[in-house]
């Protein structure tokens, strides 16, 4: 082994300072996008939640409606769509127009849903067709309705959810 002054030996090994600056610059920056990146994730994780928390909403008061009566029964409710008279619904045809600020259950017309004051509600009903060429249930025959519910959510989140109902009932 030589070992004169000009030559290294195997023992001297190591980085030079250079090259540790280097691996330093080069951590910091990967750390830098990856920190960006998981900071740009954490800021936009609620926006999922106002999107579900809309769809659960379309989803309970598309089924609400579907639930009532096709037509309305003998003696029923005629009056406006409002929140106000949602109890008193018997028909599908009494949600056509109905629109609400803030998401109420059914039971207590006066009093929102804590956390759900910033989301609308609308529904509108409307004659459809429905079913294959053979066997079709036309909008002229009034056998079938095409119910759309729509809520809006804080930030403008948006989301419509559609369903058929049939006179296969009341």
Known sequence: ????????????????LVEA???I??????????????STTTQRSADPLVRKQAIAVAESM???VSLHDFNNP???FSGASTQANRQSFDDIGDYNGFATSGIYP?????????????????????NADLGPAT????SASGNARLITVTVTGPDGVSVALAGY?????P
């Open 1 to 16: 082994m030589c070992t004169s002054r000009g030559l290294r030996s195997q023992r001297d090994r190591g980085f030079s």
């Open 21 to 23: 600056v280097v691996f």
């Open 25 to 38: 610059v080069i951590v910091a920056t990967a750390l830098a996008g990856v920190l960006g990146v998981m």
């Open 62 to 64: 598309l089924e609400e």
């Open 74 to 76: 003998s003696g029923g």
């Open 106 to 126: 059914i039971d207590d017309p006066l009093t929102p849903i804590t956390g759900l004051t910033a989301y609308s509600v609308a529904v509108t009903i409307a």
């Open 135 to 138: 066997s079709l249930i036309t």
């Open 165 to 169: 109902r049939t006179a296969y009932g």
